[in-house]
């Protein structure tokens, strides 16, 4: 997938892209440029600078060459007509000669300068040695992912390691093909997707041993608990339902509070810390990234004194969202590649397999009802704070839905439903383990193939077989 989906057409990968290179130059949080004071910036110029778009732009000073590479791409490619996309291979070749030295220029990417290091830490360690060896810009970023890739293979394959029980439905949710196409992109989803799913496998493997966690086990959880604080901000919550589920463990009376808030506390802290220091160079993104004719007025400030003004308005968003189909998107959640999605019966099959395995798992008994109580509260929460969240930074003051939403967002935390409902219904239907495992293998394997090939015929127009040949050929 690494090399099959072209470059820059991950979701938002070329602004993923420059975010990983600027903290990779040690700048922590992004450039605020005032347009009246820089009319000459092209960031600043029609069509990208006109009405209801901010005077403000964030972004940074990035090398011409990498802004190049992503900039030809994206016009040689994407049709203005909005027909299907049709990637030509041939392009790399032109862009070979794009060297990350040189001179430099403002390059605006509003929606990702928000992002902390936590989520590039690959990309940054690849970027820093390609700037130290003067290394091409195509190479370096197809090296950022590919590196990014392997961690988060990795991450995935020690987290199904470590698991003590429901090893091949662990694999089954970790290798969903959204994970897949994700998991090589440049973005900020890539480490998100392993260090949760290895975050949640610890904390399943510590609560089976049974015992008081050790102080080490205590400063592992609250590093991994560090690091996902550190991320997209509604991923803070689900701290709650991995204490949950290690809370027996914690052990009794006051040593059980101050190991749990010696867990949480770091990456509430953390969490919280970033997103108030990061909040002032916050720029209404949806406002610069859409066209004229689709862009809406946006303020953090005027929607938060909406919803503050009307405090029940919330509820009545949320359905109206989710009645009209806009705040679950199931194919997203199983298939995403690119800015496209499988079709969506994939994704209903996915999720109803997946379902049934584990309500039927013959592995154990899951984990006591409370424990599952809070771990679907925690998934609920999730899906409202990133709703609110949407509402408060992508959709128009006092709107009635909430724009921005994507499926991905919950894919990031998919494999919290295997705890969920691990067992649950072992006492009606059971599944031996032979069942279970070839059952998982056999939906991984349909639905890696089925994305593969879709990748390959939606962008090359091309039969499966051949797709990493041409574009191998190109870049070896």
Known sequence: MALVVPLGFG??????????????????????????????????????????????R?????????????????????????????FGPRAYATLAGASLGGRTTFAHFENTALYSPANYIPQIVVFWIARLVGAPALATMFAARLVGGLVWAALVSAAVA???????????????PTALAQGSDISADSLTLGVVALTTAYALALADRGGVLRRREVAALALLGLVIGLMKFPLLLILAALLALVWRALGGGRGRWLRAAAIAAPGVLAGVWWDLAADSYFVPYRDV?????????????????????????????????????????????????????????????????FALLALASGEGGGPPGRVRAWIGGTLLAYLLATAVALYVTWSAVGASQISGMHGRYLTLVLVLALPLLAGAGARRFTLGPRTTRWAAVALSA????????????????AAPWTAVARVGSVLF
């Open 289 to 353: 990234v859409y066209r004229v004719g689709q862009r809406i007025a946006i303020s953090e400030p005027r929607q938060l004194h909406h919803l503050i003004s009307e405090p029940y308005v919330m509820a009545s968003i949320v359905w109206n969202t989710l009645a009209h189909g806009h705040l679950l998107y199931i194919d997203e959640v199983v298939g995403q590649v690119g800015q496209n999605s499988l079709p969506g019966a994939l994704g209903i099959v996915w999720l109803a397999v």
């Open 446 to 461: 349909v639905s890696a193939g089925w994305l593969y090939a879709y990748t390959s015929v939606h962008y090359y127009d």
């Open 162 to 176: 470590i698991v003590p029980r429901w090893k091949w439905l662990l694999s089954l949710a970790v290798l969903v």
């Open 11 to 56: 979701p938002d990968e070329t602004q993923h892209a420059f975010r990983a290179y600027q903290l990779a130059l040690g700048n922590l949080f992004p450039q605020l440029v005032n347009c009246v004071a820089h009319p000459h910036l092209a960031s600043c110029r029609p069509p990208l600078h006109a009405r209801l778009v901010p005077h403000r």
């Open 58 to 86: 964030a972004g940074g000073a990035l090398p011409y060459g990498l802004v190049h590479v992503f900039d030809y791409l994206y016009r040689r490619e994407h049709k203005p007509s909005g027909g299907p996309t049709r």
